[in-house]
């Protein structure tokens, strides 16, 4: 059975510190790839997704980037981080193609202080 | 940037009572999704509806979905304390999906 994974599950960094968030997705191959960030009490906002190796398209210009360095792993970035990045990250995976549910990883919490 | 939009933003409801959340959206879907956060968490699948497809059934979830009003409800029948969470309906119009800003369902015991 296909299985992600996330971690950590929960970070504090200070600002202007790197960020590096990690996912990767057992059990399928060439799953399109997601992350989302979550304010407290809100909605999802796109931030990155991935259709291939290496192909990456960015939702929000923002402090973030993203790689996808192999079929399955699927990495968040940051160089130096600010205030306003804090929140909650998640990972999420689909099948290709149209009318595919997401399947969820657990969550980063990320607190920048 | 968020499609769809929940409503109610927040809903309190016993033990046993019918919950209804609603979701709008704005531009043509391939389908249409709802899922659920518990606190700290993260969503889970609970439902796809097809554009082409007006009601849909899963054990105690209902939904329908009106592509000429753009909008959609999720209807939780006689619901249990373990209801209680954040649910989101999210849309499919290509290549990623965009989720609205959640509806906080608390079901009291």
């Known amino acids: 059975s296909q299985t992600i994974h996330q971690w950590p599950a929960t970070l504090v960094q200070p600002v202007g510190s790197p960020l590096s968030l990690e996912c990767t997705v057992e059990g399928t191959s060439n799953p399109n790839l997601y992350w989302y960030r979550q304010a407290a009490g809100r909605g999802l906002q796109l931030l990155f997704y991935s259709v291939g190796i290496g192909q990456i398209s960015s939702e929000v210009p923002q402090n973030l980037s993203a790689s996808r360095p192999q079929d399955r792993q699927f990495i968040l970035s940051s160089k130096k981080l600010l205030l306003s990045d804090s929140g909650f990250y998640l990972c999420?995976?689909?099948?290709?193609?149209?009318?595919?549910?997401?399947?969820f990883g657990s969550g980063t919490r990320l607190t920048v202080v | 940037s968020q499609q769809g939009e929940e409503d109610p933003q927040a809903l309190s409801i016993q033990e046993g009572e019918n919950a209804t959340m609603n979701c709008s959206y704005k531009t043509s879907i391939n389908n249409l999704q709802w899922y659920r956060q518990n606190s700290g968490r993260g969503l889970v699948h609970l439902i796809l509806?097809?554009?082409?497809?007006r009601e849909k059934h899963s054990g105690r979830l209902r939904v329908t979905l009106d592509t000429s009003k753009k909008s959609s409800s999720l209807l939780i029948t006689a619901s249990r304390a373990a209801d209680t969470a954040s649910y989101f309906c999210?849309?499919?119009?290509?290549?990623?999906?965009?989720f609205g800003a959640g509806t906080r369902l608390t079901v009291k015991p």
């Open positions: 509806i097809r554009s082409n497809e």
């Open positions: 999420a995976w689909s099948v290709q193609g149209v009318g595919n549910g997401y399947t």
């Open positions: 999210a849309t499919d119009a290509g290549n990623d999906m965009r």
